[in-house]
C-alpha cells in the first residue's frame, strides 16, 4: 500500500464519525461489550492501544463486532505492525513516524495514521506521501492553536489531534478546516469500564458522535 492510498483510508476512516475512541483495555473478556457500546453510540472506528497484555485479543474479539472498524493504536516497531496485522486490525495509528514503522505499515498494507507534531514532521511525512495524520500529543504540543497555525502553511495535511482532548475543547479542534476528526480516551472511562456500565459509554459515545464538524 502507498502512502497515497493509506491517507485517502484513513480519511475514510475519519469520515465516519467526529471522534475515534482510544481504548487501553486490560481484559479481553469486556471488549466485546465495549465496541458494541461505542458503536451503538454512533463511534464506529475504534483505536485500541497496544499497551496492555491484552492489547491483541481484544482487536481480535472487537473485530467481530458488527459495524465497527477496528484499529491498533501505539504502533512502535515493525513487530507491533505484525501482531496488529495477525489480529486483524483494519488501521493502525502511532504517536510519531520513523521510516521502518512506514516501511512495515507499507508492506503490511496496514493504512497507518501516523503521528506528528510540528511543522517540520508534518512536512517529512507529506514529502513520503502522507497527508492525514496524528496531531499528537495536542494538547501539550499547542493545542488547537498550534494545529490552526500549522495548517496555514501547509493546508494539504489533514489531522487527527489526539492527546487531552475531551467534550468541553474537542469544539475547538473539529472547527478547524484540517481536523477531520479527534482521538479521546474520555468516551470510555476506566470505571464505566470496570463497572460494565455500558450504558454510560454509549451515552457517552452519542454525545460524541453528535459534535458538529
Ligand atoms: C493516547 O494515545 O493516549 C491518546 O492521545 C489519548 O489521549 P487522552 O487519554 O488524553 O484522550
Given at each position: 500500500m502507498t502512502p497515497q492510498q493509506a491517507s485517502l483510508r484513513a480519511r475514510e476512516i475519519a469520515a465516519l464519525a467526529p471522534i475515534i475512541p482510544v481504548l487501553v483495555v486490560?481484559?479481553?473478556?469486556v471488549a466485546r461489550p465495549l465496541a458494541k457500546a461505542l458503536v451503538a453510540g454512533g463511534l464506529p472506528a475504534l483505536e485500541v492501544t497496544?499497551?496492555?497484555?491484552?492489547a491483541l485479543d481484544v482487536i481480535r474479539e472487537m473485530a467481530?463486532?458488527?459495524g465497527g472498524v477496528v484499529g491498533a493504536g501505539t504502533l512502535l516497531t515493525p513487530a507491533d505492525v505484525q501482531a496488529a496485522k495477525e489480529a486483524g486490525a483494519r488501521f493502525g495509528v502511532s504517536p510519531g513516524a520513523t521510516d521502518r514503522l512506514l516501511d512495515a505499515c507499507e508492506e503490511a498494507d496496514l493504512p497507518l495514521l501516523p503521528g506528528a507534531a510540528t511543522a517540520s514532521e508534518a512536512m517529512r511525512l507529506f514529502e513520503r506521501g502522507y497527508d492525514m495524520l496524528k496531531f499528537f500529543p495536542a494538547e501539550a504540543a499547542g493545542g488547537a492553536p498550534a494545529l490552526k497555525a500549522i495548517g496555514a502553511?501547509?493546508?494539504?495535511v489533514a489531522f487527527c489531534p489526539t492527546g487531552g482532548i475531551s467534550i468541553k475543547n474537542a469544539n475547538d479542534y473539529l472547527?478547524?478546516?484540517?481536523?477531520?476528526c479527534a482521538g479521546g480516551?474520555?468516551?470510555?472511562?476506566k470505571d464505566a469500564v470496570a463497572a460494565g456500565d455500558w450504558a454510560r459509554i454509549e451515552a457517552l459515545a452519542r454525545e460524541a458522535a453528535a459534535l458538529p464538524r
Open positions: 486490560e481484559e479481553a473478556g497496544l499497551r496492555t497484555p491484552a467481530t463486532v458488527e502553511p501547509i493546508p494539504q472547527s478547524l478546516p484540517n481536523v477531520l480516551s474520555w468516551v470510555a472511562p
